[in-house]
T-cell receptor
Framework: GQNIDQPTEMTATEGAIVQINCTYQ??????LFWYQQHAGEAPTFLSY????GLEEKGRFSSFLSRSKGYSYLLLKELQMKDSASYLC???????????FGRGTSLIVHP | DTEVTQTPKHLVMGMTNKKSLKCEQH?????MYWYKQKAKKPPELMFV???????INESVPSRFSPECPNSSLLNLHLHALQPEDSALYLC???????????FGSGTRLTVV
């Protein structure tokens, strides 16, 4: 089975840095995705990690530690438009289908 | 073309109606998916098509019937739905099964 845990909600200030954590206990692991979803809209792909370490992509970075069952998404220079839900998803090695966590609602305020 | 297009964007249907949701992509993706999402919940997988064949059905009730006429199109036929089926229905595609998804903008379905 898959158990994926993320904080329900976080708040941060415009221009700041925020780290959204995701921990997982799964029967197998074949990669971890992060998606961003604005209210009422479809999720959009942010990042994919399958090896340990940090992947940087502009203002967003994603980190993975497979031994710890842990990932985080780091958002720098926060903007108001970054207010959204951030979904962590772990891919099953058998089906190749990701299971989504409940998502973290990030609120960025001025 | 880097989009997944879903129609309609909104749908209100009665419990005795039959309707269909449509999804289209022209990115050459060979895997397509239907997800259901309730408010403040993560997307729940319904069906997976890989190379136009149904490869996963997550024990979805038969009132939901998927169809993949060709590699670019995915339909979801709806019949005799219940009010609890009201949700956002998301279509997604990926180059191969399990790759990063491109989601459509969804169909917001209300069953009355």
């Amino acid at each position: 089975g898959q158990n994926i845990d993320q904080p329900t909600e976080m708040t941060a200030t415009e221009g700041a840095i925020v780290q959204i954590n995701c921990t997982y206990q799964t029967s197998g692991f074949n990669g971890l995705f992060w998606y961003q979803q604005h209210a009422g809209e479809a999720p959009t792909f942010l990042s994919y990690n399958v090896l340990d370490g940090l992947e940087e992509k502009g203002r967003f970075s994603s980190f993975l530690s497979r031994s710890k069952g842990y990932s985080y998404l780091l958002l720098k220079e926060l903007q108001m438009k970054d207010s959204a839900s951030y979904l962590c998803a772990v891919r099953d090695p058998g089906s190749y289908i990701p299971t989504f966590g409940r998502g973290t609602s990030l609120i960025v305020h001025p | 073309d880097t989009e997944v297009t879903q129609t309609p964007k909104h749908l209100v249907m009665g419990m005795t109606n039959k309707k269909s949701l449509k999804c289209e992509q022209h990115m050459g993706h060979r895997a397509m998916y239907w997800y259901k999402q309730k408010a403040k919940k993560p997307p729940e997988l319904m069906f997976v098509y890989s190379y136009e064949k149904l490869s996963i059905n997550e024990s979805v009730p038969s009132r939901f019937s998927p169809e993949c006429p060709n590699s670019s199109l995915l339909n979801l036929h709806l019949h005799a739905l219940q009010p609890e089926d009201s949700a956002l229905y998301l279509c997604a595609s990926s180059l191969a099964r399990g790759d990063g998804y491109t989601f459509g903008s969804g169909t917001r379905l209300t069953v009355v």
